[in-house]
C-alpha cells in the first residue's frame, strides 16, 4: 500500500485520499468480498494518517454500503450492489451493458392471459381483454437478479415470440425492430418479503428483502404499452437518482399604500 506522508500538502483531505484508495481496492478486487479489512491501527501505520483519519475514511464506505462492521470482529468487505441511475426510461441490460455487466434472461412463461383489473386500468382496455404475460428471471453476471412479468397488447407480444428474449431488452426491440417510439414511464418502488414463488428462481431464502418496482411505459405519443412487475434481490441491487431542489422565485413584497392624511 502506497503511504500518504508525500501527499500532505495535497489539498484533498486525507482521509478523503485514504477512502478513495480503499474504494479503489474493494472495486477492483484486491479485497474480496467478505474480506477482513487491517484494523485501523495497522491501517494508519500502513498509510501513515492517524486513526481519526482512518476513522472517517471507513465511516464513509460504510455509509456507501462498501463495508461492514462486525463489533469485536472487525471491518470486512460487503458485497457490492448493482445499481441502475433512474435518470432516464432505459432497460436493465442496456443500463447493466453500458456498466460492463453481463445480463441474461431466463424466459420462465411467455403466453396469453385475460387482462386483470390491475392491468386492464393500467394499460386502459377491457377487463378480461387478452394481454401478453412474459415472465423472465434475469441474470446478472450468471447470478439471478430480479424477475420481471411483463404486460403487452396480445399482437405485440405474438410478435416477440420471434425474438430472442434471452439476450434482448424488450424496449429495444420495441423501439428498433417494432417502431414504436417510447415515451415516459411511470414507476412505482416499494419494499416486500419474498414468497417462496419469487424465492426460487432468485434462489434467495423466503422472507429475504426485495425492491419491487411497478412500471408502465408509454408511447412517444402517450399511449400505455407495457406494464411491469420488477422484483429485484435487495442484496444485490439498487436504484439510484439525483434530485434538485429549484426554489421558487419569491414574488416582491407588496409596499403598503399610505393613507393620505386629510387636512
Do not use: W
Amino acid at each position: 500500500m502506497s503511504n500518504f506522508r508525500t501527499l500532505a500538502m495535497s489539498p484533498v483531505p486525507l482521509y478523503t485520499q485514504l477512502k478513495e484508495s480503499l474504494r479503489e481496492r474493494i472495486l477492483d478486487g484486491t479485497y474480496k468480498v467478505h474480506q477482513q479489512l487491517p484494523s485501523e491501527s495497522e491501517m494508519s501505520a500502513l498509510f501513515g494518517v492517524s486513526r481519526i483519519t482512518v476513522r472517517q475514511a471507513l465511516s464513509d464506505l460504510q455509509k456507501e454500503g462498501l463495508i461492514f462492521k462486525i463489533p469485536g470482529k472487525g471491518t470486512f468487505v460487503a458485497k457490492t450492489k448493482a445499481f441502475q441511475q433512474l435518470m432516464q426510461l432505459e432497460g436493465l441490460a442496456e443500463a447493466m451493458s453500458r456498466m460492463g455487466y453481463e445480463i441474461y434472461n431466463q424466459v420462465t412463461s411467455h403466453k396469453i392471459v385475460p387482462a386483470s383489473t390491475t392491468v386492464a386500468e393500467r394499460l386502459q382496455i377491457e377487463v378480461g381483454a387478452p394481454v401478453a404475460e412474459i415472465k423472465r428471471v434475469r441474470h446478472l453476471n450468471r447470478e439471478p437478479l430480479s424477475i420481471e412479468i411483463t404486460y403487452l397488447p396480445a399482437e405485440i407480444g405474438e410478435r416477440l415470440r420471434k425474438v430472442d428474449l434471452a439476450t434482448r431488452d424488450i424496449f429495444l426491440v420495441l423501439e428498433n425492430d417494432f417502431g414504436i417510439a417510447l415515451g415516459r414511464a411511470d414507476l412505482q418502488l416499494d419494499a416486500m418479503l419474498a414468497d417462496e414463488v419469487l424465492a426460487r428462481p432468485l434462489q434467495i431464502e423466503e422472507g429475504t428483502a426485495l425492491l419491487r418496482m411497478e412500471r408502465l411505459t408509454h408511447t412517444a405519443a402517450g399511449q400505455p404499452l407495457d406494464f411491469e412487475y420488477l422484483y429485484f434481490r435487495g442484496d444485490a441491487f439498487q436504484y439510484r437518482l439525483q434530485i434538485e431542489r429549484h426554489s421558487a422565485t419569491a414574488a416582491a413584497p407588496t409596499t403598503p399604500a399610505r393613507r393620505t392624511r386629510k387636512k
